[in-house]
């Protein structure tokens, strides 16, 4: 046998080191674990794993409270219509407001005649370069007909899905016109197929990250697309603008809830398998996709049965079925508020609920349903109706777009075009303050008003236990536990000096505090200044990581926590500030158990670099000395394209890039 290589040897050492290294490193967080036994149970009486889940619920039940002992005095019209106008108000502002009106430059693509009815395959453009594919079923006849926008569900194929042709067939059999549309991210408009992406829901997660960064919501892309589709119907010839309609099922029932609530020309309306309400929602199945969640909703009074309270008197149908994963019990209160505020304003007949036996989908009854509700309100026709047998046509037959796909258009732009292209225009701006030093003071009191980061005189500095200690690689670790709030509590190992502790550095790591024990050489010396070493699992990191329940195909993308990132959004939230608050109060425990003077310096590591770069900008006064590594190194990029992994929509901040980036904060911080 030859001599090994002085290179492999040295690979085969370092490799066993590391090796070494991983099993004392897991073998010590076992033994480091804070949160067992019932030392800490007086302040907390969930399950660490479901500790964050648990304190958002009670905010969302206090906030959801407030909506109903609101709703009980609207009695009379005037103050009804203020009511609805204030919610459409907040509604507009989740969403960020919606771009110009632009030429749709709509054209026919093609012509299929059928039994009773003919499809015109449609582009037509929402936006300048953005293109949208459509079929319209005209009815025969010369019409003009009552126009009805159908918006699709989460079916990969789009308007071809099986369940989406029979209804917009059934409806053009009975007078109807109807203009399905392929929602972005489905059928001829998929985004991210060239990526490997290939459920309508992960792209939908994955394009939905940007928009929160630049102040919108998905929705906001996707409910005008919708509009320019109404508008589409209301200039064709064939159709009568005084009478358009929107059905739509599951993701298509929700972009008829909001097209409904914020739609004047939507005379009736029939939202499928979408109408619950947040609270139970937010329990099971969990938080939507990203265009389901608005921001600041739940905090601000917005629950679902406000999308049917926005447009009251004007006629709705709630369509549910019993065995869907959309809570049947939310449907029918939504539906019992909106009864009660349609009768007050003279209609009660306006507002009805049609629940069949079936799991979530547009199902026969639910597709007969709704077609006799568009009958009815749009054709005053009362009659009872069924679904003839129907030949379906295959994808490829209903195609507007070359090849099936919207970006082999000429000129065509991406969703990632229009958000870079924002991106870069907001960058412009905030090159011009940042550079100012006049204005940096003034971009730090946004940066904290946009994170959601209290000031130092309004918080308290956290309560703290100590449980016990373990030693591990030759350190003794005190398990302390610290108490932001109620209901938090952040888990900590505690190295302290051999001598005096004259001051104290705090690690916070994404993957958890354990990870400090692989700093052994960093440890040495900090232990030899007289710092002592303070690592905490920040909410939703390490001991209370919430286990993934939702978005499991894009976890790494989004975050372990990013249904309860979601529900915190909802409330105006952003778990970057509420951990930036957690570091903080922290923070000054240490400052009241420390000299004067003494100094605290700050580690962030991963992940958490994000809360802990906001906390270290925003109170530069409290931290000695920063160091991080590792996390995002700007968001814009987000803007551009994709990102597979990073914990991004965990680490996101609503409108920030309206205002600022992660590299403008580093600027901040002392060298």
């Not at 905090?299 to 679902?304: I, V």
């Not at 870069?424 to 940096?440: M, V």
């Amino acid at each position: 046998m030859g001599l090994i290589p002085f290179s492999r040897l040295y690979v085969i050492g370092m490799v066993a080191l590391f090796l070494t290294l991983i099993s004392r490193v897991s073998a010590g967080a076992e033994t480091l674990r804070v949160l067992e036994g019932d030392g800490y149970a007086k302040w907390l009486e969930a399950e660490p794993s479901q500790m964050l889940n648990v304190w958002l619920g009670e905010r969302v039940d206090e906030a959801l409270d407030r909506r109903l002992a609101r709703l009980e005095p609207l009695f009379r019209k005037a103050d009804v219509v203020s009511y609805q106008r204030e919610m459409q108000e907040v509604f507009l502002e989740a969403l960020g407001g919606f771009p110009e009106r632009t030429p749709l430059d709509a054209r026919v693509t093609g012509v299929l005649q059928r039994d009773g009815y003919r499809i015109e395959k449609i582009l037509y453009y929402s936006q300048p370069g953005f293109p949208v594919t459509a079929t319209l079923y005209l009815p025969e006849g010369p019409g003009p007909h009552p126009g009805v926008l159908h918006s699709c569900g989460h079916s990969n194929e789009g308007k071809a899905a099986e369940l989406y042709q029979r209804a917009s067939a059934l409806m053009a059999m009975h007078g109807l016109a109807v203009l399905c549309v392929d929602p972005l991210g489905q059928g001829e408009r998929k985004q991210l197929e060239s990526h490997g992406v290939t459920r309508p829901t992960s792209e939908h997660m994955l394009m939905g990250i940007a928009p929160i960064l630049l102040g919108e919501n998905l929705a906001t892309y996707m409910i005008w697309d919708g509009i320019r589709g109404l508008d589409y119907l209301a200039q064709r010839p064939e159709i009568d603008a005084g009478r358009l309609g929107c059905v739509g099922n599951s993701g298509g029932g929700m972009m008829t809830s909001y097209l409904m609530a914020l739609d004047d020309r939507v005379r009736a309306a029939a939202p499928a398998c979408f109408i619950t309400d947040t609270r139970r929602k937010n329990v099971h199945p969990g938080p939507g996709d990203a265009e389901q969640n608005l921001h600041a909703q739940t905090a601000r009074g917005l629950d679902h049965a406000d999308f049917l309270l926005m447009r009251a008197p004007r006629p709705t149908l709630i369509l549910a079925a019993t065995r869907d994963y959309v809570p049947i019990d939310g449907a029918w209160e939504a539906f019992r508020q909106a009864k009660r505020l349609y009768t007050r304003l003279g209609l009660p007949e306006g507002v009805d609920l049609v629940e069949v036996n079936e799991p979530h989908g547009f199902s026969h009854g639910l597709r007969v349903a709704a077609v006799r509700w568009m009958a009815r309100w749009l054709l005053e026709r009362d009659e009872p109706l069924d679904e003839p047998a129907l030949e379906l046509l295959p994808s490829e037959a209903l195609h507007a777009a070359p090849g099936g796909s919207v970006l082999n258009l000429e000129g065509a732009r991406s969703f990632f075009d229009l958000t870079a292209a924002k991106e870069a225009a907001l960058a412009a701006e905030r090159q011009r303050r940042w550079s100012d030093p006049g204005e940096q003071e003034k971009l730090l009191v946004e940066v904290r008003e946009l994170a959601g980061i209290p000031g130092l005189s309004r918080l308290a500095a956290a309560e703290s236990i100590r449980l016990g200690e373990s030693t591990v690689g030759g350190v003794l670790w005190e398990k302390w536990v610290f108490r932001p709030e109620p209901g938090i509590v952040l888990p900590a190992l505690v190295a302290q000096p051999p001598d005096d502790v004259r001051g104290v550095v705090l690690w916070v790591d994404g993957r958890g505090k354990d990870t400090v024990l692989g700093a052994t050489g960093q440890m040495d010396g900090w232990l030899r200044e007289g710092l002592a070493v303070c690592a905490v699992d920040l909410r939703g990191y390490g001991e209370t990581a919430t286990k993934p329940w939702r978005y499991r195909d894009v976890t790494e993308a989004m975050g372990p926590n990013s249904a309860e990132t979601f529900i915190a959004y909802m409330l105006g939230r952003s778990l970057v500030g509420l951990r930036a608050t957690d570091l903080l109060q922290t923070a000054l425990a240490w400052r009241a158990r420390l000299p004067d003077q003494a100094p605290i310096r700050l580690v962030g590591r991963g992940h958490a670099t994000v809360p802990a770069l906001h906390a270290a900008a925003v109170e530069r006064d409290l931290f000695d000395r920063v160091d991080f590594s590792g996390g995002p190194e700007s968001w814009s990029e987000l803007c551009r394209g994709p990102a597979f992994d990073g914990w991004n929509l965990e680490n996101a901040v609503h409108g920030a890039l309206r205002r600022y980036d992660l590299p403008d904060l580093r600027r901040t911080l002392r060298p």
